[in-house]
């Protein structure tokens, strides 16, 4: 196992509605999707976006796109037309999940890095 | 052979650029280019544009894109689809007749939508049984309902179809949905019945694509971004449909960008909730069903969207003052800029509580790299610590004078306060809105949707008399 922050391993877009943040998280094939569903839980999605993010996390699944999609509740700092926030949309959201780090197997890393 | 029907986007927000759609009225061979111009946030823009000039409210880039668009409306026939009305749907188009009449431009039918529009109609609603609660938080209407600046349903397709069926060359609505814009001429074209799920789920996928513009050709793209070729021509996405949902996603060859699974993937589950339940007005669409093939370059094949009911309800947005923000800027450079910044901070902190201004909630970011050494900025260095920071300091207020004086706190700092103090700014108050959106049956608002349909030289005729 080796840590590997998912920003070498992933592509993310968020965006916003309301209050709410979406951010859609996406492996490059289908072993590393199975790694983020075992590491990236709602839960600790919660907790990279600590005091960020005030309500609740739900992770939805879209194995047709090898996504996770992650419903942050509460995350705008009660959202565009009212947040005192510079990204006030959440934009940015999507690059500083990326900044996580995740436990992954060294041979899924090697065939990776082979493709 | 199947028919197909090719459709461009325009806009993703209000502001977005149009030249790319003119590329496309240009080169993309299409018979229809839908807009979607209201962003979540543009209907409280728009409404502060209406309490300033009740004849406005709608996006005022109508008269630049109409302009560079109405030639092609006449020459090749290319239908023109916006929610450009915002709050007001017959200023808008009022504004499309009169560029039309300005470019010399007669016999285009145009059409508009109204009935989003509730701001009205609440007690009435009320009273027939409309809860109006918070769609998430379940919260009381009460209190909110005395204070709104604007209410709008989200309408589905049915008016643009019925538009389309009554001739018009451009249609203009309120607040209809951003996929409906690019579903309707499908429904139209097709005559898709309103219960084929499935083929309207396919529909409202490709109208998700579409709706962001360069969103789906590498614009705002996670990926190998600098791959993108020519993103400042970037494209937007066309699509060409078949009778049976089928699609293709792909662009013109003389723009810029980048189509492929990797760049529609990430606009697939842009601002989506549960990618199995997207739910609109006109289906509830599950995206995890669709399948994605390049099939070329810049050319991806979708299918396999799968659709179910549409709900028996609206969503109903609205709008309500809710208090001000103040924001002041100033930056500090080398050394210890950090260390000022934070002083500088303390400062403002304490002239707040001695002053005794009223605040809700204070937000401090610190901002910059090389603003103000330019490029003789040092990078930064664990040692040297960064070579410049901007504070940005935001507040909330209930009253306009509490953000003003606020504001003024800031400039004295430049002598009063650490020394290196740059690009000091206090922002004027700005009217912060709070959204409330919730749930309404939607034949209360369907009743009051309606379409009418006229020709530019006929309203030219009867207003020169």
Redesign the interface.
Known sequence: MRKVQLSELSQARSGDKGNSVNVALFAPNEEIYNVFKREVTAEKVKEHFAEFVEGDVIRYEAPNLLALNFLCKEALNGGGSSSLRVDGLGKTFSSNLQRMYIEVEEELLEDLAKN | MMKTVRIGAAQGFYGDTIEPAVDIAKNGNVDYISFDCLA??TM??LVKDKLKDPTKGYTKDITTSMKALLPYVKEKGIKLLTNAGGINPEGAYEEVVRVAKELGITGLKIAVVTGDNILERISELRDKGVSFKDM?TGDSFETVQDKLLFANAYLGVKPIVEALHQGADIVVTGRTTDTAQFLAPLVYEFGWKEDDWDRLAQGILMGHLMECSA?STGG????NWWDVEDMDRIGYPIAEVKENGDFILTKTETSGGMVNF?TI????????????AYITPDVVAN??????EEIGKNRIFITGTTGSPRPDTLKVVM?YP?GY?GQVIIGYSWPDAVKKVKKAESIIRKQIEQRGIKIE?I?V?Y?GHNALHGPTAAPPTEEDGLNEVFM?M???TKSYQDAEKFRRLVVPLGLNGPPYGGGLNGVRPRT????W?SLVPREFIEDEVKVQVKEVEKIAESSTK
Not at chain 2, 220 to 223: A, D, E, K, T, V
Not at chain 2, 432 to 435: A, D, E, T
Request: glycine share 6%.
């Open positions: 979540e946030l409280s823009i998430e969103q705002n793209f996670s990926g990797d993937k990430e606009q697939m589950l842009y601002e989506i909730h549960d990618p199995a995206f995890t069903t669709a399948k994605l709008g809710n923000r909630e937000m970011d901002i940005r935001a507040v909330r912060l809105l709070g959204m959106a």
